[in-house]
Structures are given as C-alpha cells and as structure tokens.
C-alpha cells in the first residue's frame, strides 16, 4: 500500500493550487482519506477529510470556505483544490488513508497509511 501527493509548488498570495493523493495497493473509495500539513517548526495540523462512504467531508476552521476535498473514483485520486491561499497556509501536504474517522482527522491527524508529502508555498 502506498500513497503519494502531488501537485504542490510555489504561488502568491489570493493565487490557487490542486492537490492530488493517489494511491497504489487499495481502492481509495473503500476508505476515508485526509490532508494533513506541518510547517517548519510546528505540529500537525488537519485540513480536509472525505469519508469512503456517503462522501461526506469535515473541515479545519483554517481552510473552511477556501479549500475543498473531492474524489474521483475512476481515477482512484483524492483532490485537495486550494483557492484563496495565504502565506500561512505554506507547509508541507500529506495524504492520510484510514484515520479513526474524519471528524477525528481533523483534530488529531493520525492514520494507518501516508506516503511524502508535497511542498505548499505561498509567498509574494
């Protein structure tokens, strides 16, 4: 099993970036998969879950209204669109497969499967 991100990079503030997770070994859709991100220096923090389920989807109060957790079955990809960014939200992105649950995730971002993260920066 194994999983890996893409798409970050380097933009300015108000600019946009998607996030990908894809994942080799499991079927994305079966479970629920989060976003984490750490900046230097500081602790976890969990941005964005999707469940495998209905599909329902939680939020940090930090991203809530910017960022925006999406799936695409047929291409076994969970997508993290990322609008309005702030120099804050600069960190490093990593996927998360099978947290306890997603409300959890957001809270304490744990899970059974994460692979590298890709790097967000966002800076004038």
């Known amino acids: 099993v194994q999983l890996q991100a893409f798409g970050g990079g380097s933009v300015q503030p108000g600019g946009s970036l998607r996030l990908s997770c894809q994942a080799s070994?499991?079927?994305?859709?079966?479970?629920?998969i989060g976003w984490f991100r750490q900046a230097p220096g500081k602790g976890r923090e969990g941005v964005a879950c999707?469940?495998?389920?209905?599909?329902?989807?939680a939020y940090s109060d930090s991203v809530k209204g910017r960022f925006t957790i999406s799936r695409d079955n047929a291409k076994n990809t969970v997508y993290l669109q990322m609008d309005g960014l702030k120099p804050e939200d600069t960190a490093k992105y990593h996927c998360?497969?099978?947290?306890?649950?997603?409300?959890?995730?957001?809270?304490?971002?744990?899970?059974?499967?994460w692979g590298e993260g890709t790097q967000v920066t966002v800076s004038s």
């Open positions: 999707i469940s495998g389920g209905d599909g329902s989807t």
């Open positions: 998360v497969a099978q947290p306890p649950n997603c409300r959890a995730f957001i809270l304490v971002p744990v899970g059974n499967y």
């Open positions: 070994g499991f079927t994305l859709d079966d479970y629920d």
